[in-house]
């Protein structure tokens, strides 16, 4: 009985010390967004330390040895670790204030870390903006303020069977109309058992739906509020679903299975990023060659796709701020860029990049160039990954038939004003 | 059982025998010391502090601490964007507690997971049990074999087990589907149908644990003597009724034990959900552990210890109703 006295004393105890700290003020994370001073010209001197995540983490110490043939004086630490342990290690670091100087970070993570203060708002002036995708740009950006450069890029375009297609007698569809009547062809006349593949729901079914709400000319925010229960956006879920209504799409996809359904023909089309190029080429071999293409997203009010990626950034608690951005500057610079891409294949997010090289004969890669120009993510905020997933809970009820797409939205709407956008 | 005898031996008053007699002086009222610190000097209690202090401070570092300052901050409105400064947020009392009472989706989990609870702790143990008697009573050859066989799933890791799990599973193609298409029947999409979701999670779970009960439960049966089940033989009893008034009351305990260890680690079931189904269709496997990780991981950190603590209630009150109802009768 003592004991447990005892017990709820401590517990009391420092339920009071918790209440004797508070919050400073309302506003955003400590410190809030002060613009930093300008970076001195000059060469960059002194020791760094940047992580990064994936195969860009693995290849990145040669794009550091560049630098520091350039930039003599200066030291650059490159620790790379895989993707999955990413988030979690930069959340640690935050709060254990052990950052790095400078960091790659996911292009939807960056309202969240944003948000805690421990990013250093982008130099003014130190980059063009113009020289990015815009829709890359657009990912740094958070209340207003920029906090980080893009590095690399992905958008998503329409994988298809050309051969099936060719059997159907359909094309590349220009919009929402010739897109089912696409995937109805290669279903009914080119013999594919699912005319076109996209995800029926669960974790990341927003970044297969999203398009189609943009196509529409719906939008998940406006003006700092959501507007998920819009006319357009009940329109994209009902057009969305219609494709699963109408046998035109698989109600489940096992991993693995869309691209062996591919490769076997049993799946005319998909939707998904540069990667599924090569996996492509390697699962498929000879047998497939010729016989697929990529196409744009259909055009209704837009013809808007998904962009994704990655930024750079840099940390406030940084001592060694003017070299941190000068690296920053020069992994965005377009030779840095293309090395990139020889290295790892990343597609760069700096539009000069683009205008010469494989970059500009591969029509493949042609096609998702053109497409980053017309290409969105979902705006920066702190809560977007919760907020995500109401968005993939309203899709699968839609696709399941659960309820239908004016219910859907309206849950959607309700459900995410309650969490906010964390601001 | 020595120290009772002791006791009862006792005088009443006067110097206690059979106690060591280090430091204790057995004249009580001369040094004016009280009897209840059985004469440790205090050199003793230093020394015995000393030995203890690396256990206490591994303890109160990594134990209690986060213990103590995780249920400090279910009071709180830490999100992950105090992460930079997680002292400097507000206290908000119990509005964690009253926000989880209607959350829905919460209470889905809670449901869901009383479900695997209910259907699978006895599952299992059934299963477990079962495997025991087979191997105790039936089996002689190859008994090592089938131990290790039963017991692999165990050991096995969970990310394997759920990639085979997912192609036995599979609607088209799998084992599962297929013989069940021999006999004529068409299977359901068993991971991505709402109805059949949660209960295939509940067979792979009671499959991939029978192996540990069944181990428990093999040493609770060898530790019956013999002579009981002979004495009951020749008193007429057949197999069933040796099993229903030997075999269960003697291996009451074991039971008991089983029951708890497994229902602990089903209320906190979290790996079945994250490698097969994502909490999916439909929230239809979400569990409050899943739940729990998943508003961590949108960096609601005050209000997934909310929820933590109250699961842990949960576990102690599941606990505690075991033990009343499986005690023994005497």
């Known amino acids: 009985m003592r004991h447990w006295r005892q017990a709820t004393a401590l517990v009391a105890a420092l339920a009071l010390g918790v209440t004797g700290c508070g919050r400073d003020d309302g506003g955003p994370g400590p410190g809030g967004p002060a613009a930093g001073g300008a970076v001195a010209e000059g060469k960059a001197t002194g020791e760094i330390t940047v992580w990064a995540m994936g195969a860009e983490g693995e290849k990145l110490k040669a794009l550091a040895d560049d630098f520091t043939r350039d930039n003599p004086g200066a030291k650059v630490t490159v620790t790379a670790f895989p993707f999955d342990a990413a988030h979690d290690k930069l959340a640690t670091a935050i ?14 993570w960056m309202g969240e870390f944003a948000k805690t203060g421990a990013l250093d708002p982008t130099p003014p002036g130190l980059f063009d903006r113009a020289a990015f995708f815009p829709g890359a740009w657009d990912t740094t950006v958070v209340d207003d303020t920029s906090y980080g450069v893009p590095w690399y890029v992905e958008t998503r375009l329409i994988y298809h069977r050309t051969d099936l297609a060719a059997k159907a007698g359909v094309g590349k569809p220009a919009n929402w109309q010739e897109l089912t009547a696409f995937a109805k062809g290669l279903k009914q006349t080119g013999g594919a058992k699912w005319g076109i593949s996209l995800q029926p729901g669960g974790t990341g079914a927003w970044q297969s739906f999203l398009p189609f709400a943009w196509q529409a000319g719906a939008d998940v925010l406006a003006d700092g509020k959501f507007t998920l229960d819009t006319p357009q956006m009940r329109t994209a879920l009902e057009y969305y679903a219609s494709f699963f209504r109408q046998g035109l799409a698989p109600g489940q996809v096992a991993p693995g299975a869309q691209e062996s359904g591919f490769i076997s023909g049993d799946i005319g089309a998909f939707v998904s990023g540069p990667w599924h190029m090569s996996i492509l080429r390697e699962q498929g071999g000879a047998a497939l ?31 060694n701020r003017d070299t941190a951005w000068k690296f920053v500057r020069y992994l965005t610079s377009p030779a840095a860029q293309q090395k990139l891409y020889d290295l790892v294949g990343s597609l760069p997010a700096v539009t000069a990049t683009w205008q010469s090289g494989k970059l500009a004969d591969d029509p493949l890669l042609k096609a998702f160039g053109a497409q980053l120009a017309d290409a969105k993510s979902p705006p920066a905020m702190a809560t977007w990954e919760q907020v995500a997933d109401v968005i993939d809970d309203g899709i699968e009820r839609v696709v399941r038939g659960v309820t239908d797409p004016a219910t859907a939205t309206r849950e959607m709407q309700a459900k995410a004003s309650a969490i906010g956008t964390g601001s | 059982m020595a120290s009772a005898l002791a006791r009862q031996a006792a005088p009443t008053g006067g ?46 570092v990594f134990m209690a601490g986060p213990v103590l300052a995780s249920a400090a901050m279910s009071f709180t409105d830490l999100r992950s964007a105090d992460l930079r400064d997680p002292l400097a947020v507000d206290p908000v009392g119990v509005d964690n507690y009253v926000r989880l009472l209607g959350d829905e989706t919460l209470r889905r989990a809670a449901a869901n997971t009383a479900w695997f609870v209910l259907l699978g702790v006895p599952l299992t143990m059934v299963l477990g049990l079962a495997a025991a008697v087979a191997l105790d009573a039936g089996i002689s050859r190859f008994r090592t074999f089938f131990r290790v066989g039963y017991y692999l799933p165990v050991v096995t890791s969970i990310v394997a087990v759920a990639v085979v799990w997912r192609f036995l599973l599979e609607p088209d193609s799998g084992l599962v589907n297929t013989a069940l298409a021999r006999l004529g029947v068409d299977g359901p999409a068993w991971l991505s149908d709402t109805r059949t979701a949660l209960p295939s999670l509940v067979v792979m779970a009671a499959w991939r644990n029978m192996g540990f009960l069944m181990v428990v439960f093999l040493a609770g049966l060898q530790a019956i003597p013999g002579e009981l089940h002979e004495a009951a033989a020749i008193d007429g009893c057949g197999a069933w009724a040796r099993f229903r008034h030997v075999t269960l009351p003697l291996l009451r305990p074991t039971l008991l034990f089983g029951g708890v260890v497994t229902g602990i680690g089903y209320l906190q079931f979290f790996e079945e959900p994250f490698v097969m189904t994502g909490g999916g269709p ?14 961590f991981g949108f960096g609601n950190y005050s209000y997934a210890a909310a929820i933590a603590y109250v699961l842990f209630v949960a576990v102690v009150g599941l606990t505690a109703a075991q033990f009343r109802l499986m005690r023994s009768k005497t």
């Open chain 1, 95 to 108: 709060a254990g204030r052990q950052t790095p100087d400078v960091s790659m970070m996911g292009s939807t």
């Open chain 1, 289 to 319: 060659e010729g016989k697929w293409d990529v196409a744009p997203m259909p055009r209704e009010q837009a013809g808007t796709s998904f962009i994704g990626g990655a930024d750079l950034v840099v940390y406030r608690d940084t001592d």
């Open chain 2, 15 to 60: 110097a206690r025998p059979g106690r060591r007699d280090a430091g204790w002086p057995g004249r009580r009222g001369v040094t004016g010391r009280r009897p209840g610190r059985r004469g440790v000097t205090r050199r003793q209690r230093v020394a015995g502090w000393g030995l203890a202090l690396p256990f206490l401070l591994i303890f109160a």
């Open chain 2, 282 to 295: 439909l929230d239809s496997t979400l569990s409050v552990a899943f739940y729990i990780y998943q508003q």
